[in-house]
Structures are given as C-alpha cells and as structure tokens.
C-alpha cells in the first residue's frame, strides 16, 4: 500500500526558508513521478513542482527560483527546499506520487497523496 507523508510545515516571516518532506513507503521511488502541491483557503490545488524518474524538474512559475524539489531515492524521500517565501505561500502543501512519468503538474496527473503540512508565511 503506498503512504505518503509529510512533514516540515510550519510558521515563517517573509523572507525566510522552510524544507518540506515527504516519506515515501510501499512501492520503489524511483519508478514514480513525485510532486508538491498546495491549497490555500477557498482556493484549488496548486501543482508547486514536480520531478521525474529522471530528475527532470518542473515548477510553477510562482515559485521559479525560490523553490527546489529534489529527491532521495535511497531513502524514497522527496523533497521541497522553500526560500524567500511570501505570504502568499500560505497553504497546506501535499506530497503527490504517479506511477511513471510525469506529464502534467495536475491533480488529475497523480495516484496518491500525503494528508498535507501546514505552510503559514507572515508579513
């Protein structure tokens, strides 16, 4: 059965940094495309940033040069290194996995997801 959870939430001023991660169990990492989404209040799911099987990178353009996933294939532990963060960071940040490659930075890309981590960033 895979399991995906997260970890690393929290408060933060603007400005400052924050590294999410997301333990992985149940199937082998490295056949998977991981992901990083977020959802603010009465907002949708946001696809952050995603890396393929091989290690190909993808982010949305919010988050270009601010944010960088990576993964641990070893330890089938993904990822999301946060800096400069803005209030409008603000979310619950989701751990997202789909078998193969990715193709989209969509919901309706991914098979299974984390219960989400707290990101509060003030002003």
């Known amino acids: 059965q895979v399991q995906l959870v997260e970890s690393g939430g929290g408060s933060v001023q603007a400005g400052g940094s924050l590294r999410l991660s997301c333990a992985a169990s149940g199937y082998t990492h490295s056949n998977y495309c991981m992901g990083w989404f977020r959802q603010a209040p009465g907002q949708e799911r946001e696809g952050v940033a995603a890396?393929?099987?091989?290690?190909?990178?993808k982010y949305a353009d919010s988050v270009k040069g601010r944010f960088t996933i990576s993964q641990d294939n070893a330890k089938n532990t993904l990822y999301l290194q946060m800096s400069t963060l803005k209030p409008e960071d603000t979310a619950m940040y989701y751990c997202?996995?789909?078998?193969?490659?990715?193709?989209?930075?969509?919901?309706?890309?991914?098979?299974?997801w984390g219960q989400g981590t707290q990101v509060t960033v003030s002003s």
């Open positions: 890396v393929d099987r091989d290690g190909t990178t």
């Open positions: 997202a996995a789909h078998v193969g490659g990715c193709w989209a930075l969509e919901q309706r890309a991914y098979d299974y």
